[in-house]
């Protein structure tokens, strides 16, 4: 590719190439749409038993039905008693009159439509000749309402009674006491998801120094195979050297592999140690299969991967473990900062037990402990060379490897632009008022403008002063020093202070565990959690989902389907919860392993996670969701496997082909997992890769040493829950939501640096969690709209609102005048008294069916931050895009009835279009660019057009810290996220101008063509 068509295809390819949180790259694929077109045609199916829904159906908004509005009308009641209290009325106004009067009025409406709907549902129970449990059910529950409802009215006649003039203070306000606490115990709506901390605090322990005697090493109460077994130090043939572990993996994969690299110790070590690129963690985080997949790992997932191949080729192998010391130069290489101390820290902050050595005043070495491996070799007197008979036991690091430094292009340079001027344009261009806490009314073409020259002058630079540059030439970086010799090494290249022990299997106690439970106990400890290896869980698919608790459930529900349905819009969009129990059930890989107990749909369960690290602490967060509900339960690390893409999406293949078999006994075997399942694990997979990539080029920029993990969370479907007095009367269409933990060690041995990249890191999670449902769930009509905290406020912001930092000084001002629900309100009202700073827009927001506000808690100090959306979730949410479906298939226990069969094929129409080969392709070509990131291979196809993004990408975040240093004192803590959101706003208008003009060469690069 030539420096004239990259220039040409600039727009079309850099934007689209790496930028994809915003890009939508199913929605204009032609060679997509043709496949959809075939799928949903389904001339093999007989069309008796589907008729696919118009593809331009347009959401429309259901007017609420009665349920729903006594179950608002009950919150509202709460709410206002609440408020009442709070101010402590002692009297009551007309206007309070007025209100306790239509509320009488509208309960007694209210109640009398509920029973309607209640009496056609009883009807339908005995039409349906349910069994007696289930008519009980709906027996109780309509006692249980007509009593609260009556219990209600009665509490505000009392209210009314006080309305007169000869009514006493203490009546009055025992008459609202009491109001008030009828309401107590009484689930009136979804809870509310409380700010519990920012998860990566959790993740800066004290420094933990190295051991340094076999005496220290106890902690970790380690028993070397070569101890407990002394025979094996020159047993070369015990079997337990070519053994398979949770970490050390070997398939067909590795197989391969090591074939490649014939099965040769010299060519395996130096390939591990040429390719891997070093993490800086502690603890083994990934199987051997995921660090091959994924080109990443540390030093752990290093020594694993080198057994597996080592092993795979017959080589008898093992892990060692010790504390090295390392001089300081190569260490700070190592870690890619130049400054000692943070390169110490930023090591120590991923865990590491590390200790500096300082000589004349200044540190000189590093020790610190750490993993390798020791094979058995044929090492005298050709070192590995030829490898027939093993004599010795030879020490092979993996992880340790130093690297070139490559300088790359000055963005801000070559523009010749006074980036402190635009910065300040910018600013005048706007309102603030310090004194109240917020700022209004930006000109963002200021901005714009200013990244257009920036191309122009960088397009002119490239074209007239460089030849052929590479990847390295434009970006900089650094790459792999690489090291390829005929034979083995026969020392490490740092000196081994202390061998502690060697091992044929990881210890447990180096093992990092994800625990996840259900219920507490009376003294706050989960109970009976599920427990899983980091190694187990990373990059594999773990689903929550629910199955009716018995068959009389399970024959209420599938009940519920229409007979003879014949489109989407027959399936039922609300399923009568209370009539139903189902049990919540986890699954790894599609394998049942852990279940709880029967519970109503659509009760909360609330998901107890613990994620403990071996050397800092256990890490605790909590999520509640309904019954209901189906989603990936999302865990990884900073790494994930093309691979495992690659397998996804072979697997759709399959679920495609044999859905359009029109064979009903081959559609029947087609379980949730297949669809729903590898639907929200494509999204997760998604989440995690570009959140990878994005921090990744950010840290490049911003000469930040970065690492994440762990992250873990919720990907998928949600519904809506109708509550009438703690009964979840129904469950409604809701939507896919996201709801992920980040944790991260950043260090750039800047205190600002880091705190403006944790801000400006902290968007980009934010509005990944609005993108990836958008790139995902492309209708051919168009994208569906999705929510975020960082969407919402980039809407208030271009829509003219206010955009309020919240301290304690301002905090009850703008909640007094502010229309939100109070459980948000005393949430904003915690976080400011505990310290924290809360950035918010002005105004509620409407989107489709979702309203609400998005808000950010941040330590104003460090720039970590929580993003949260009002309406009991974090994260971010949109309707569903299964048009209905996922509510009917939520609580539906896999069988092989003709009823599922056809809800199988009813949502074939939605799920075609999330199943074409675009979005998992795109995944895919994103990791092999993290890959270009990583090592900066020159000679890559495309690889130019990808730097030339880069450079443009790395002037655009140079121009925010630029913005961010200028308005700092300012705006305080406002600052980065206002960077943020416009570059959100930029990257935008950008995917407009793709998706309307560059077709066919986006989809032909998102192909790897």
Request: aromatic share 8%; hydrophobic share 40%.
């Amino acid at each position: 590719m030539n420096l004239h068509q990259v220039k040409k295809i600039f727009w079309i390819l850099s934007y689209a190439a790496l930028f994809s949180m915003v890009i939508q790259p199913m929605a204009h694929a032609k060679d997509s749409a043709e496949l959809i077109a075939n799928v949903v045609n389904m001339k093999a199916i007989n069309s008796k038993v589907m008729a696919p829904a118009s593809k331009e159906k347009k959401r429309i908004v259901q007017e609420k039905n009665p349920e729903q509005l006594l179950s608002e009308l009950s919150q509202e009641i709460y709410w206002d008693l609440y408020d009442w209290k709070e101010k402590n009325i002692k009297s009551f106004s007309e206007n309070h009159k007025s209100k306790i009067t239509a509320w009488q009025t509208r309960l007694t409406d209210l109640h009398q439509q509920v029973m309607v709907e209640m009496d056609k549902l009883t009807e339908w129970i005995n039409k349906k000749n349910l069994s007696q449990v289930i008519k009980q059910r709906q027996q109780d529950a309509i006692v249980h309402i007509n009593t609260e409802v009556m219990g209600l009215k009665h509490q505000l006649n009392q209210m009314l009674q006080n309305t007169l003039e000869s009514s006493t203070e203490e009546a009055v306000i025992r008459s609202i006491s009491n109001g008030f606490n009828f309401f107590e115990g009484k689930q009136l709506k979804r809870k509310h998801q409380v700010f519990d901390g920012l998860s990566s605090v959790a993740l800066t322990p004290d420094r933990i120094p190295a051991a340094k005697t076999t005496d220290e090493f106890s902690k970790y109460g380690l028993t070397s195979h070569s101890k407990s077994n002394p025979a094996s130090t020159k047993n070369f043939t015990d079997p337990a050297f070519l053994s398979t572990s949770d970490e050390v993996v070997i398939n067909e994969k590795k197989k391969k592999k090591a074939a490649e690299l014939e099965n040769d110790p010299v060519e395996i070590y130096h390939w591990v140690r040429n390719n891997i690129e070093w993490l800086p963690s502690y603890g083994a985080v990934q199987a051997s299969d995921i660090t091959l997949g994924s080109g990443r790992g540390n030093a752990f997932d290093q020594s694993s991967l080198l057994l597996a191949l080592l092993r795979t080729s017959g080589v008898p192998s093992r892990y060692v473990y010790g504390t090295i010391e390392v001089e300081i130069d190569k260490f700070t290489n190592w870690v890619g900062l130049n400054n000692p101390e943070a390169a110490i820290i930023f090591a120590q902050y991923g865990g590491i037990p590390i200790a500096s050595v300082i000589e004349g005043g200044i540190i000189t070495k590093v020790q610190m402990e750490h993993i390798w491996v020791e094979a058995a070799i044929d090492f005298m007197p050709s070192r590995g060379a030829v490898n027939i008979t093993p004599d010795s036991w030879v020490t092979l690091d993996p992880s340790f490897k130093q690297y070139e430094s490559l300088t790359g292009l000055d963005p801000i340079a070559i523009s010749g632009q006074d980036m402190e001027q635009v910065a300040q344009n910018f600013i005048d261009s706007g309102t603030s008022n310090e004194t109240e806490g917020w700022v209004q009314g930006f000109d963002q073409s200021i901005l714009t403008n200013a990244q257009e020259q920036m191309q122009q002058s960088l397009t002119a630079h490239i074209e007239d002063n460089m030849t052929d540059p590479t990847v390295g030439d434009v970006i900089g970086g650094r790459r792999t020093i690489k090291q390829e010799f005929p034979v083995l090494p026969s020392s490490t290249m740092n000196r081994i202070v202390v061998k502690a022990a060697d091992f044929v299997e990881m210890p447990d106690n180096m093992r990092p565990k994800y625990r996840l439970a259900f219920e507490k106990g009376i003294t706050g400890q989960i109970v009976d959690p599920l427990e899983l290896n980091f190694a187990q869980l990373n990059n594999h698919k773990l689903t929550l989902s629910f199955k009716p608790a018995t068959p009389a459930d399970e024959d209420a529900l599938q009940a519920l389907i229409p007979e003879g349905a014949s489109s989407v819009d027959d399936i039922p969009t609300s399923i009568p919860a209370h009539l139903v129990k189902v049990i919540p059930q986890v699954a790894l890989d599609e394998v049942v392993i852990k279940q709880g107990s029967p519970m109503n749909l659509g009760y909360d369960l609330t998901l107890y996670y613990q994620v403990h690290l071996p050397t800092q602490g256990t890490l605790n967060k909590q999520y509640s969701l309904p019954a209901g509900s189906y989603v990936n339960l999302l865990f990884g690390s900073n790494s994930i496997s093309s691979e495992i893409i690659k397998e996804l999406k072979s697997k759709r293949s399959v679920t495609l082909n044999n859905l359009n078999s029109g064979d009903n006994s081959v559609i029947s075997q087609i379980r949730r997992e297949k669809i729903f399942g590898d639907i929200y694990f494509a999204g997760a997979l998604g989440y995690l890769s570009e959140k990878i990539i994005f921090s990744s080029m950010m840290a490049k920029q911003f000469n930040t040493a970065y690492n994440m993990s762990p992250v873990f969370g919720t990907f998928g479907f949600e519904p809506n829950v109708s509550y009438l007095f703690s009964i979840p009367r129904s469950i409604d269409t809701g939507g896919v939501s996201v709801n992920i933990y980040t944790t991260k060690q950043i260090e750039s041995g800047n205190l600002v640096k880091n705190k403006q990249f944790n801000q400006i890191s902290g968007t980009i999670t934010s509005y990944l969690e609005h993108s990836i449902p958008e790139q995902q769930f492309r209708r051919l009509n168009g994208p569906q709209n999705a929510v975020s905290t960082m969407k919402l406020l980039s809407i208030g912001l271009q829509a003219n609102q206010k955009i309020h930092t919240l301290s304690e000084d301002v905090v009850d001002d703008f909640l007094l005048n502010v229309s939100m629900h109070q459980d948000t309100k005393d949430e904003i009202k915690t976080a400011v008294l505990a310290g924290f700073q809360v950035l918010i827009h002005s105004e509620e927001l409407i989107i489709d069916n979702w309203q609400g506000f998005g808000y950010v808690i941040t330590d104003n100090a460090t720039g970590n931050a929580a993003f949260k959306i009002s309406g009991g979730l974090n994260g971010g949410q949109m309707d569903d895009p299964f048009d209905g479906a996922s509510i009917a298939l939520a609580g539906i226990q896999d069988t092989t009835d003709e009823a599922t069969v056809t809800l199988i094929l009813l949502v074939l129409d939605v799920i075609s279009v999330l199943y074409g080969n675009a979005y998992l392709d795109f995944i895919v070509s994103l990791l092999a660019m993290m890959s270009i990131l990583s090592t900066l291979e020159d000679g890559c196809p495309d690889a130019i057009t990808l730097a030339y993004f880069l450079i443009i990408f790395a002037a655009i975040l140079l121009f925010i810290i630029a913005f961010t240093a200028q308005t700092a004192l300012l705006f305080g803590n406002l600052a980065g996220f206002i960077a943020g959101m416009l570059m959100s706003a930029l990257l935008d208008d950008l995917v407009s101008y793709v998706a309307n003009n560059c077709v066919e060469q986006t989809t032909h690069f998102i192909k790897g063509g």
